[in-house]
Antibody, heavy 124, light 113 residues
């Protein structure tokens, strides 16, 4: 069973808002220290971290994109939702959700479990 | 932002040989209060998500072969594959989690010679 799975539209138009859902299993986002993050990857390029939500509903965003991002969680449904406003062609890429494990001494940490990713194209 | 710069961008290594990938951070990512370096390494194969290899600069993730090792401190870090196997062909990324924003290196493509 895939521990995390992303879902959302494959194509969005410029200026539209993208909504992505991460459905996960095998762990609880209510466990102390746990978090779920979103990371994206333009075709053939490097990874870029977007946002992170923690077990206590604390949220962190990449400052370069913070004005466009909202991350929320539904612990009972084991889902995390990311919205990104005002999409543009440069936002085209694969969007991954990933688990941040509990890690003493670090608010951010590494990502130990990843979804397969969902490819989002932005085009009119 | 902390910039993570990897070198080389690509390398080709023969089977059974050692592969070394470097990662340099634009500022120290060592936190003395915890005596830890806040860097991790991932392996990514085509069409797949990244796979966690190393965290805290040198702690191997459970199930990762011991031919993978991480080292370094402060601003300079290294991922070493001691005896390259065919399945190690991939792109490797370092990532810092010392501060917001989390940032990744540009990636190093490792090919089999």
């Amino acid at each position: 069973q895939v521990p995390l799975k992303e879902s959302g539209p494959a194509l969005v138009k410029p200026t539209q808002t993208l909504t992505l859902t991460c459905s996960f299993s095998g762990f609880s986002l209510s466990a102390t220290g746990m978090g779920v993050g979103w990371i994206r990857q333009p075709p053939g390029k490097a990874l870029e971290w977007l946002a992170l939500i923690y077990w206590d509903d604390d949220k962190r965003y990449n400052p370069s994109l913070e004005s466009r991002l909202t991350i929320t969680k539904d612990t009972s449904r084991s889902q995390v939702v990311l919205t990104m406003a005002n999409m543009a062609p440069v936002d085209t890429g694969t969007y991954f959700c990933a688990r941040k494990p509990s890690s003493e001494g670090s608010a951010y940490s590494w990502f130990d479990l990843w979804g397969q990713g969902t490819l989002v194209a932005v085009s009119s | 932002d902390i910039v993570m710069t990897q070198s080389p961008d690509s390398l080709a290594v023969s089977l059974g040989e050692r592969a070394t990938i470097n990662c340099k951070s634009s500022q120290s990512i060592f936190y003395s209060a915890y005596n830890k370096n806040y860097v991790t390494w991932y392996q990514q194969k085509p069409g797949q998500p990244p796979k966690l290899l190393i965290y805290w600069a040198s702690t191997r993730e459970y199930g990762v072969p011991d031919r993978f090792s991480g080292s370094g401190s402060g601003t300079d870090f290294t991922l070493t594959i001691s005896s390259l196997q065919a399945e190690d062909a991939a792109v490797y990324y370092c990532q810092q989690y010392y501060t917001n924003p989390i940032t990744f290196g540009q990636g190093t493509r490792l090919e089999i010679k």
